[in-house]
T-cell receptor
Protein backbone atom coordinates (compact mmCIF):
# COMPACT_ATOMS: atom_id res chain seq x y z
CA UNK A 1 0.00 0.00 0.00
CA UNK A 2 1.22 3.46 -0.86
CA UNK A 3 2.50 5.45 2.06
CA UNK A 4 2.69 8.72 0.15
CA UNK A 5 0.17 11.05 -1.45
CA UNK A 6 1.11 13.46 -4.22
CA UNK A 7 -0.86 15.79 -6.51
CA UNK A 8 -1.21 14.14 -9.93
CA UNK A 9 0.10 17.12 -11.87
CA UNK A 10 1.65 20.57 -11.52
CA UNK A 11 2.82 23.35 -13.79
CA UNK A 12 5.75 25.68 -13.22
CA UNK A 13 7.21 28.52 -15.25
CA UNK A 14 10.74 28.12 -16.54
CA UNK A 15 13.26 29.80 -14.26
CA UNK A 16 10.98 29.72 -11.23
CA UNK A 17 11.25 27.40 -8.24
CA UNK A 18 9.17 24.24 -8.50
CA UNK A 19 7.79 23.08 -5.16
CA UNK A 20 6.44 19.53 -5.15
CA UNK A 21 4.51 18.47 -2.04
CA UNK A 22 4.17 15.00 -0.59
CA UNK A 23 2.16 13.70 2.35
CA UNK A 24 3.42 10.69 4.27
CA UNK A 25 1.40 10.86 7.48
CA UNK A 26 1.94 7.17 8.39
CA UNK A 27 5.71 7.25 8.06
CA UNK A 28 7.57 5.49 10.86
CA UNK A 29 10.51 6.79 12.81
CA UNK A 30 13.35 5.22 10.82
CA UNK A 31 11.76 5.32 7.38
CA UNK A 32 13.48 7.60 4.89
CA UNK A 33 11.85 9.79 2.28
CA UNK A 34 13.34 9.41 -1.20
CA UNK A 35 12.61 11.35 -4.36
CA UNK A 36 13.14 10.06 -7.88
CA UNK A 37 12.07 11.47 -11.20
CA UNK A 38 11.33 9.76 -14.47
CA UNK A 39 11.65 11.51 -17.79
CA UNK A 40 9.58 10.00 -20.59
CA UNK A 41 11.00 6.68 -21.88
CA UNK A 42 13.86 6.69 -19.38
CA UNK A 43 14.49 4.92 -16.09
CA UNK A 44 13.89 6.65 -12.74
CA UNK A 45 16.67 9.01 -11.69
CA UNK A 46 17.59 9.47 -8.04
CA UNK A 47 17.25 13.05 -6.78
CA UNK A 48 17.61 13.23 -3.02
CA UNK A 49 16.64 11.57 0.26
CA UNK A 50 16.29 12.50 3.92
CA UNK A 51 15.15 11.34 7.32
CA UNK A 52 14.53 14.31 9.60
CA UNK A 53 16.76 17.18 8.55
CA UNK A 54 16.41 19.27 5.45
CA UNK A 55 18.78 18.19 2.70
CA UNK A 56 20.27 19.95 -0.31
CA UNK A 57 22.35 18.72 -3.22
CA UNK A 58 23.21 19.94 -6.70
CA UNK A 59 19.80 18.95 -8.03
CA UNK A 60 17.30 19.94 -5.37
CA UNK A 61 16.40 20.66 -1.77
CA UNK A 62 14.23 18.49 0.44
CA UNK A 63 12.25 20.12 3.23
CA UNK A 64 10.78 17.71 5.79
CA UNK A 65 8.30 18.99 8.37
CA UNK A 66 9.19 18.58 12.01
CA UNK A 67 6.49 15.94 12.54
CA UNK A 68 7.75 14.17 9.36
CA UNK A 69 4.22 13.82 8.03
CA UNK A 70 4.97 15.75 4.87
CA UNK A 71 7.82 17.01 2.76
CA UNK A 72 8.48 19.29 -0.19
CA UNK A 73 10.94 18.81 -3.00
CA UNK A 74 12.25 22.10 -4.35
CA UNK A 75 13.85 22.55 -7.74
CA UNK A 76 15.28 26.08 -7.35
CA UNK A 77 15.40 27.18 -10.98
CA UNK A 78 13.30 24.91 -13.13
CA UNK A 79 14.27 24.33 -16.75
CA UNK A 80 12.35 22.66 -19.57
CA UNK A 81 14.47 19.54 -19.01
CA UNK A 82 12.96 19.19 -15.55
CA UNK A 83 9.65 18.16 -17.09
CA UNK A 84 9.11 14.64 -15.70
CA UNK A 85 7.10 12.52 -13.29
CA UNK A 86 8.39 13.03 -9.75
CA UNK A 87 7.95 10.17 -7.29
CA UNK A 88 7.90 10.62 -3.53
CA UNK A 89 8.91 7.34 -1.90
CA UNK A 90 9.08 5.94 1.60
CA UNK A 91 11.81 3.39 2.20
CA UNK A 92 10.67 0.77 4.70
CA UNK A 93 12.89 0.19 7.68
CA UNK A 94 12.01 -3.51 7.87
CA UNK A 95 13.30 -4.65 4.49
CA UNK A 96 14.53 -1.41 2.84
CA UNK A 97 11.93 -1.77 0.11
CA UNK A 98 10.86 1.41 -1.70
CA UNK A 99 7.14 2.16 -1.44
CA UNK A 100 6.38 4.42 -4.40
CA UNK A 101 3.72 7.08 -4.56
CA UNK A 102 1.65 7.62 -7.70
CA UNK A 103 3.89 10.49 -8.78
CA UNK A 104 3.39 14.11 -9.79
CA UNK A 105 3.67 14.98 -13.46
CA UNK A 106 5.57 18.29 -13.47
CA UNK A 107 5.37 20.36 -16.62
CA UNK A 108 7.77 23.27 -16.99
CA UNK A 109 6.39 25.92 -19.30
CA UNK A 110 8.47 28.48 -21.24
CA UNK B 1 30.79 5.97 -17.19
CA UNK B 2 29.56 3.42 -14.68
CA UNK B 3 25.99 2.54 -15.37
CA UNK B 4 23.13 0.06 -15.58
CA UNK B 5 22.53 -1.18 -19.11
CA UNK B 6 19.43 -2.95 -20.31
CA UNK B 7 19.16 -4.76 -23.61
CA UNK B 8 17.21 -4.59 -25.73
CA UNK B 9 15.34 -1.31 -25.25
CA UNK B 10 12.32 -2.73 -27.06
CA UNK B 11 11.31 -6.38 -27.21
CA UNK B 12 8.37 -7.96 -29.00
CA UNK B 13 7.33 -11.52 -28.33
CA UNK B 14 4.38 -13.73 -29.05
CA UNK B 15 1.75 -14.76 -26.55
CA UNK B 16 3.13 -17.75 -24.65
CA UNK B 17 6.62 -17.60 -26.16
CA UNK B 18 9.40 -17.42 -23.54
CA UNK B 19 11.41 -14.22 -23.46
CA UNK B 20 14.54 -13.12 -21.61
CA UNK B 21 15.48 -9.57 -20.74
CA UNK B 22 19.05 -8.64 -19.85
CA UNK B 23 20.68 -6.24 -17.44
CA UNK B 24 24.33 -5.51 -16.84
CA UNK B 25 26.08 -3.14 -14.44
CA UNK B 26 29.52 -1.66 -14.16
CA UNK B 27 28.96 -0.30 -10.65
CA UNK B 28 30.02 -3.54 -8.93
CA UNK B 29 26.93 -3.30 -6.73
CA UNK B 30 25.84 -6.19 -4.54
CA UNK B 31 22.11 -5.87 -5.16
CA UNK B 32 20.22 -6.10 -8.45
CA UNK B 33 16.48 -5.54 -8.73
CA UNK B 34 13.81 -6.13 -11.35
CA UNK B 35 10.74 -3.90 -11.50
CA UNK B 36 7.66 -3.99 -13.70
CA UNK B 37 6.14 -0.66 -14.70
CA UNK B 38 2.83 -0.46 -16.51
CA UNK B 39 1.60 2.64 -18.28
CA UNK B 40 1.05 5.65 -16.00
CA UNK B 41 1.90 3.60 -12.90
CA UNK B 42 4.82 3.56 -10.50
CA UNK B 43 7.38 0.75 -10.75
CA UNK B 44 6.48 -2.48 -8.94
CA UNK B 45 9.24 -4.62 -7.46
CA UNK B 46 9.28 -8.20 -8.75
CA UNK B 47 12.39 -9.56 -7.01
CA UNK B 48 15.97 -8.80 -6.15
CA UNK B 49 19.31 -10.51 -5.72
CA UNK B 50 21.63 -9.70 -2.85
CA UNK B 51 24.82 -11.18 -4.23
CA UNK B 52 23.65 -14.73 -5.04
CA UNK B 53 20.68 -14.72 -2.69
CA UNK B 54 17.38 -14.49 -4.53
CA UNK B 55 14.42 -12.72 -2.90
CA UNK B 56 11.03 -12.98 -4.54
CA UNK B 57 8.18 -10.60 -3.72
CA UNK B 58 5.12 -12.46 -2.44
CA UNK B 59 2.84 -11.33 -5.24
CA UNK B 60 5.23 -11.91 -8.13
CA UNK B 61 3.70 -14.52 -10.47
CA UNK B 62 5.53 -17.83 -10.92
CA UNK B 63 5.73 -16.98 -14.62
CA UNK B 64 8.56 -14.59 -13.77
CA UNK B 65 11.99 -15.99 -12.97
CA UNK B 66 15.44 -14.48 -12.65
CA UNK B 67 19.06 -15.53 -12.95
CA UNK B 68 22.24 -13.83 -11.81
CA UNK B 69 25.23 -15.74 -13.16
CA UNK B 70 27.76 -13.21 -11.85
CA UNK B 71 27.97 -9.80 -10.18
CA UNK B 72 27.60 -7.89 -13.41
CA UNK B 73 24.66 -9.60 -15.09
CA UNK B 74 21.08 -10.36 -14.21
CA UNK B 75 18.32 -11.80 -16.40
CA UNK B 76 14.54 -11.70 -16.24
CA UNK B 77 12.84 -14.74 -17.76
CA UNK B 78 9.14 -14.72 -18.55
CA UNK B 79 8.20 -18.31 -19.22
CA UNK B 80 4.82 -17.87 -20.88
CA UNK B 81 4.07 -14.20 -21.48
CA UNK B 82 0.46 -13.14 -21.41
CA UNK B 83 -1.07 -9.94 -22.72
CA UNK B 84 -1.06 -8.56 -19.19
CA UNK B 85 2.72 -8.83 -19.03
CA UNK B 86 3.18 -6.06 -21.58
CA UNK B 87 5.04 -3.37 -19.66
CA UNK B 88 8.33 -1.58 -19.12
CA UNK B 89 10.79 -3.74 -17.19
CA UNK B 90 13.35 -1.83 -15.17
CA UNK B 91 16.59 -3.13 -13.73
CA UNK B 92 18.18 -1.33 -10.79
CA UNK B 93 21.24 -1.80 -8.60
CA UNK B 94 22.37 -0.66 -5.18
CA UNK B 95 25.55 -1.12 -3.21
CA UNK B 96 23.68 -2.69 -0.32
CA UNK B 97 20.06 -3.34 0.58
CA UNK B 98 19.65 -0.21 2.63
CA UNK B 99 22.48 0.08 5.05
CA UNK B 100 24.19 3.38 4.44
CA UNK B 101 21.14 4.66 2.56
CA UNK B 102 22.69 4.17 -0.84
CA UNK B 103 20.15 4.95 -3.56
CA UNK B 104 19.11 2.55 -6.29
CA UNK B 105 20.44 3.22 -9.79
CA UNK B 106 18.10 2.39 -12.64
CA UNK B 107 18.62 1.40 -16.25
CA UNK B 108 16.45 2.88 -18.98
CA UNK B 109 14.29 -0.22 -19.15
CA UNK B 110 13.11 -2.69 -21.75
CA UNK B 111 9.63 -2.10 -23.15
CA UNK B 112 8.02 -5.50 -23.75
CA UNK B 113 5.15 -5.91 -26.21
CA UNK B 114 3.11 -9.12 -26.55
CA UNK B 115 1.51 -10.03 -29.85
Amino acid sequence: DAKTTQPPSMDCAEGRAANLPCNHSTISGNEYVYWYRQIHSQGPQYIIHGLKNNETNEMASLIITEDRKSSTLILPHATLRDTAVYYCIVRLDSNYQLIWGAGTKLIIKP
Amino acid sequence: DAMVIQNPRYQVTQFGKPVTLSCSQTLNHNVMYWYQQKSSQAPKLLFHYYDKDFNNEADTPDNFQSRRPNTSFCFLDIRSPGLGDAAMYLCATSRDLGQGNQPQHFGDGTRLSIL
